[in-house]
């Protein structure tokens, strides 16, 4: 759990802002626990009117994120995945 609260954590909900963009790029979300920080963190940032935006969420934790999240229920959060190596 402290690994999820210090990723909370890390984000400054005081400072007023027009939009967020979470870089997930390096990240994989392994688990319904992951998914539900990242609820929180989103719901948080709109609750203060920001845009959010999942950036470079891999294949696997995009599936996880559209299975189990809230947010895109109450909220919207722009999702855009990791582009594909085709060659």
Do not use: C
């Not at 688990?31 to 891999?58: P, S, Y």
């Amino acid at each position: 759990m402290s690994l999820r609260k210090n990723f909370f954590d890390a984000f400054n909900f005081e400072e007023v802002v027009d939009q967020v963009v979470i870089d997930l790029s390096a990240a994989h979300l392994w688990d319904q626990g992951a998914v539900e920080m990242l609820d929180r963190i989103v719901a948080k940032f709109h609750r203060t009117g920001a845009e959010v935006e999942l950036l470079g969420l891999n294949a696997e934790s995009a599936k996880l994120v559209d299975k189990l999240a809230t947010y895109s229920k109450k909220h919207t959060a722009k999702v855009t995945p990791a582009p594909v190596d085709v060659s």
